[in-house]
C-alpha cells in the first residue's frame, strides 16, 4: 500500500509567481491534512479537507493561500503571488477516518521543500 | 492557546545508553498524543500514540511513552538507543481537527 505521495519534492519559484502543491492520500483515505514547516519550526496546522470540501481552514494565511481537494485527483494547495517568507517545507497528511474521531490518526507524505527566490 | 513543548533541542547520545525526551502539552480537552519520527531524508513516520486507556504507551522500534495527566506530558523514552535512532523527534497533541507539534528534538547517537 503506497503511502502519501506528494510532489514535487522540491519546487523553486520567484517572487510573484504561483506554486502548486500536490497530495495523493494513501489508498482509502478521503481526509487530507496541510501543515507548514518554517526553518527552526515544528509543524503548523493549515488545512483540512475531504473530498470536494474544506472543514478547517482556521491555519490558512487570508490571502494568496488556497486549497482543494476534487472528486478525483489529488489535493492541491496553491500559493499566488509568492513572497520570501512562504520559503518552508509543505507536509500532506491523510487519515482514513474523520478528523477527531475514535483512532484517527494521520499519515505523512514527504513534503515538498518551496524556496521562493 | 494549545501548545507543546519540547524541551530538549538537541541530544547526543552513544550506542546502548537511555533515551528519555521530554513533552508537555497544554490542552483543556480530550488528548490524543502522538510521537512522530523523522530519519535523515525521510518523511514523519508515526512511532506511537495515545488516544486512551493505559498510560503507558508501546510503539515501534522499542519505543515507548508514558502519559501523565498530573504533569501534561507524554515523554518518550527507549532503554538503549542504537546508532539508526539518529534523527528528529516530534510531539504532537490533536487539538480539535489539527495536530499541535513541538519544535522537535534532534537525536544524534554515536556509534
Known amino acids: 500500500n503506497a503511502g502519501v505521495m506528494q510532489n514535487p519534492r522540491h519546487l523553486v519559484r520567484r517572487r510573484g509567481q504561483e506554486a502548486r502543491l500536490r497530495c495523493s492520500p494513501m489508498?482509502?483515505?478521503?481526509?487530507v491534512y496541510w501543515y507548514r514547516q518554517l526553518p527552526e519550526e515544528g509543524l503548523k496546522f493549515m488545512v483540512y479537507?475531504?473530498?470536494?470540501?474544506?472543514?478547517?481552514e482556521s491555519g490558512m494565511p487570508k490571502e494568496r493561500f488556497s486549497a482543494e481537494f476534487p472528486k478525483e485527483g489529488p489535493s492541491i494547495l496553491r500559493i499566488q503571488q509568492v513572497v520570501r517568507g512562504d520559503s518552508a517545507a509543505y507536509f500532506c497528511?491523510?487519515?482514513?477516518?474523520?478528523?477527531?474521531?475514535?483512532?484517527?490518526?494521520?499519515?505523512f507524505g514527504p513534503g515538498t521543500r518551496l524556496t521562493v527566490l | 492557546a494549545q501548545s507543546v513543548s519540547q524541551h530538549n533541542h538537541h541530544v547526543i547520545l552513544s550506542e546502548a545508553a537511555s533515551l528519555e525526551l521530554g513533552c508537555n502539552y497544554s490542552y483543556g480537552g480530550t488528548v490524543n498524543l502522538f510521537w512522530y519520527v523523522q530519519y535523515p531524508g525521510q518523511h514523519l513516520q508515526l512511532l506511537l500514540k495515545?488516544?486512551?486507556?493505559?498510560?503507558l504507551v508501546k510503539g515501534i522500534k522499542g519505543f515507548e511513552a508514558e502519559f501523565i495527566k498530573s504533569k501534561f506530558s507524554f515523554n518518550l523514552r527507549k532503554p538503549s538507543v542504537q546508532w539508526s535512532d539518529t534523527a528528529e523527534y516530534f510531539c504532537?497533541?490533536?487539538?480539535?481537527?489539527?495536530?499541535?507539534f513541538g519544535k522537535g528534538t534532534t537525536l544524534s547517537v554515536s556509534s
Open positions: 479537507l475531504q473530498k470536494e470540501n474544506i472543514i478547517d
Open positions: 495515545y488516544f486512551s486507556g493505559d498510560p
Open positions: 497528511a491523510s487519515s482514513p477516518l474523520p478528523a477527531g474521531g475514535p483512532g484517527d490518526t494521520q499519515y
Open positions: 504532537a497533541v490533536r487539538a480539535g481537527t489539527a495536530l499541535i
Open positions: 489508498k482509502g483515505h478521503s481526509h
